[in-house]
């Protein structure tokens, strides 16, 4: 086994913008030692083994399990990290890319964004002042945007809130984090994030072996490696299966990230799946053909009960409506622990999906409904390819600009292209608009507590959309399950929790709970 550790290179790789700001917050005192302790353990016959029990020569058996696979004693211990000067694309594209972290990042639908605040390529000379002066113009459009839409957030607020004062501060802070929050559209990936992130030790040793993957390469070398070292000057002792990070064409899709931008293949990718969604963000295209039965039968078999005892429809009703089951009202998600619940894991729904960047941002935080998102740089192509938020969309003069911006941004992308830039450093100039197309699949155990969360009106936009038609399409297919895809408020209503909703002060100022779900709409 290949043993290295973080290199100089790696902790200051080639990039003009602010090194990564990366510190090691909270970790397990002795977390190697935990990690033979933990292994003994499984074969003790004198009790637990403690981390101060592990004495010299351990390096043997931690090899051992490590190179078997054996990794779940590499789990126990984990690492918070505070990270700052991180792309948004970075953060999109490498630590929101699998299950398996927790991550808190300050918000941009609820915070704004300040000039100077952005991810700069190791670009020189004219290929830097297009990336600049390009990314100029988006952080100065999203000032004027922000603005722009004022009246038009106004407008639907008070239709929800009509004897609320716009002038007074509270409602006056709420008009404006409407308007960045569709304003922000406009910003780069680019654009800079700070965070807490926490990762189990076996999640960071694949962090290091896998940082020369695209999207972001430079970046993500610079982070991990970082990462990487702080773990090591904490416990040196993870030195003994640090492995050297992989070459990046190690990864099957390193062959595909070239692609010319002009011989039509994006294009004919982009319109087919475009018309596979029929109109869609998201559109059902498989589910197993048994799922309403699949989940009568699972819960027959929890209670020990044949058919005869209970129907289809009560043990489907039985797992799923909160006037019956009602675990369901509770704020805490108990239906992965809960019995019952727990058979909801077996009917499965998978969807072909189209969000922007920033919307996607959010989807992907639901670590349970896995999705095969794309390589961004290789979906750059000289046409303008991006979502645009509803209430850009109910004013013509913010629509107009929008639109301008979109198409300013596409040409300075072009002209870098044409300038040689490679295109993973020429994505981060990317919209958080850019069109992200990917399939997601979901069991309905986590697909429920999803939308359960994204039906809420306070959800983001387009992934409440989105939502909503997947229930939709879900009631049509399974009306027996589909009928109980229901947001927080519904939920609880049924389940006789008070408040009904759980948002206090932050009600969206609809009784969503006495609609139904063909009925429901906003545009804000």
């Not at 004013?395 to 596409?410: L, V």
């Amino acid at each position: 086994m290949a043993v290295a550790g973080p290199s100089a290179s790696f902790r200051s790789a080639s990039f003009r913008s602010p090194q990564p700001l990366v510190s090691l917050t909270k970790a397990f005192p002795t977390p190697f030692k935990n990690v033979i302790a933990t292994a003994k353990t499984c074969y003790s016959a004198r009790g637990l083994i403690r981390d101060e029990d592990v004495g010299e020569g351990f390096e043997p058996l931690a090899r051992s399990i490590y190179e078997a696979g054996h990794h779940t004693t590499y789990q126990h211990a984990h690492f918070q990290f505070a990270l700052a000067n991180v792309s948004r694309h970075f953060i999109w594209s490498f630590l929101h890319a699998h299950p398996f972290y927790n991550s808190e990042q300050v918000s941009q639908r609820y915070v704004p964004v300040k000039p100077g605040t952005y991810f700069i390529p190791a670009l020189a000379g004219e290929a830097l002042a297009v990336y600049e002066a390009a990314v100029a113009r988006q952080f100065a459009a999203y000032a004027a945007l922000t603005e722009m839409l004022r009246p038009v957030v106004t407008a639907e607020y008070l239709k929800l809130f009509s004897k609320h004062d716009p002038a007074s501060p509270k409602v006056a802070s709420k008009i404006t984090k409407r308007s960045m929050e569709a304003a922000r559209y406009v910003l780069p990936v680019a654009t800079f994030a700070y965070l807490y992130h926490t990762v189990s030790g076996v999640t960071l040793l694949r962090y290091w072996r896998l940082c020369n993957q695209l999207d972001a390469p430079e970046e993500t070398r610079a982070v991990v490696g970082a990462m990487a070292e702080a773990l090591l000057a904490h416990d040196p002792l993870y030195q003994t299966v640090l492995e050297a990070p992989l070459p990046p064409e190690a990864a099957g899709e390193f062959a595909f990230a070239g692609w010319g931008a002009d011989d039509g293949r994006r294009r004919a990718f982009r319109e087919a799946f475009d018309a596979s969604l029929d109109g869609r963000a998201s559109r059902l295209v498989d589910w197993k053909a048994r799922n309403e039965e699949l989940l009568a039968d699972a819960v027959r078999e929890v209670l020990g009960l044949p058919p005869s005892a209970l129907t289809d429809d009560d043990a489907i009703a039985l797992a799923l409506d909160p006037t019956r089951n009602r675990l369901l009202g509770e704020s805490l998600n108990l239906t992965t622990h809960a019995k019952l619940t727990r058979a909801l894991a077996h009917p499965g729904y998978t969807f072909r999906k189209k969000l922007s960047h920033a919307a996607d941002s959010q989807d992907q935080r639901h670590r349970m409904t896995p999705a095969s998102r794309p390589l961004l740089a290789g979906h750059l192509d000289a046409e303008p390819d991006y979502e645009t938020p509803m209430l850009v969309q109910l004013d013509d003069q913010a629509a107009r600009f929008y639109r301008e911006t979109m198409a300013r941004t596409w040409e300075a992308l072009g002209r870098l292209r044409a300038l040689g830039v490679a295109a993973a450093d020429a994505a981060y100039l990317l919209p958080n608009a850019v069109s992200i197309r990917f399939t997601e699949s979901a069991d309905l155990l986590n697909l429920h507590h999803k939308h359960r969360m994204r039906l809420c009106y306070l959800a983001q936009e387009e992934i409440w959309r989105a939502s909503v038609e997947e229930a939709r399409q879900i009631q049509d297919i399974n009306p027996r399950i589909g009928r109980w895809l229901l947001p927080p408020c519904g939920q609880r209503a049924a389940a006789g929790a008070r408040p009904i909703c759980p948002e206090g002060e932050r009600f969206c100022g609809v009784r969503v709970w006495k609609l139904g779900l063909a009925d429901y709409q906003r545009a804000f």
